[in-house]
């Protein structure tokens, strides 16, 4: 191949990605979307907006077939190699972690209709807290993909901890209130298990940054303790 | 390309692809393994071999790597197209799909561990039904995936419908149990956790036999209620 046809090979090849690109930090923000909606509809008891976090997820999931089919056409396409193939790849992977934070959403969704029937046996801060964090480690996960930086990337399993540790307080109060008055269980383990899908949403986001890592070094860290 | 070319190019992707499936069935072996290792350990509170679960979970992450690694070398090497260029980004997705199970399996080892101070509240029959479910699950999504083979794909979610049922027996029998005996709560929500991890398992199976489908069929269906 000729030098001048391999640069437009190569300005075609960024042009794609970086169509690509777009698409995925749209499916991004529907998702961090998705994780907001879903914890404002508990925490208000707001059965609309919960619903309307169910219905969304099918727009999330066409998105991720969506964007792996442009993924298999622009490898099928353009054949790109080495590290562009590995980009290639790598958006291919993040697209999943994507689709499975929205099924948490969705998750959560449905357990504020589940328990819709009574009052909350608290007010909610360490989860919403939890899920603002969530939400920020998947936008910055996205965005160290987009930039190749390893820094984000890095700052975003630092987050990952502290979900870990809101998420060991949560567990704690809430088995203190099950203790204390038994007719709270049904509710509060459903509340547990809120604050489980949210750190399994910041788990995905924490993937995506570990693949990032992985992409511009070549190395595969663990980015959490 | 000369047809005899062709017909070489193809019998080398062949070669390639049934190298990758051995690998990827090791890992699903090992993936059951660890499955079947961390209920038996959970039913009979065997700490050692929980931390063999959590320990081998290092070599079913390595696999991952090391499979990714050869998907994105025959992709680069063989250059598939179309339904064989599909054929390695299925099986791309499916590792990743594995190793997560194998997160889960390392996370009931984990609350086997912390639980170990006390006996079970209650002799596990539930949990261990889910699991060898869910272990025949994974061998059955994958076999499908090799044969290609939809009804077996098919059948991959009705079991999952089955893994549903199964664990909203556990949740109520363990809600009933937490309610007449605050003491057992502590305990008694780790199980839930168990149940859940199970139940996430099944669903990463369901995942790959429907991937099997749309692989065959190009259709993504949803194959679990």
Redesign the interface.
Known sequence: MGSSEFTEKKVVFEEKIANLQERLQHMGSLVEEAIARSIAALKDQDLNLARMVIEGDEIINRLE?EI?EK??EI??TQ?P??KD??RV?TL??MI?DLERMGDYATSIAKITIRIADQPLIKPLVDIPRMAVLSQKMVKQALDAYVREDVVLAVAVGQDDDEVDKLLGQI?REL?TI??EN?KT??QA?QL??VG?WLERIADHATNIAEEVVFLVTGE?PKLND
Chains 1, 2 share one sequence.
């Open positions: 077939l792996e993924c298999l490898i099928a054949q190699m080495a193939l590995r790849a291919f992977k999943n567990i088995l099950m203790m038994p269980i049904t383990t547990m298990f489980r595969k």
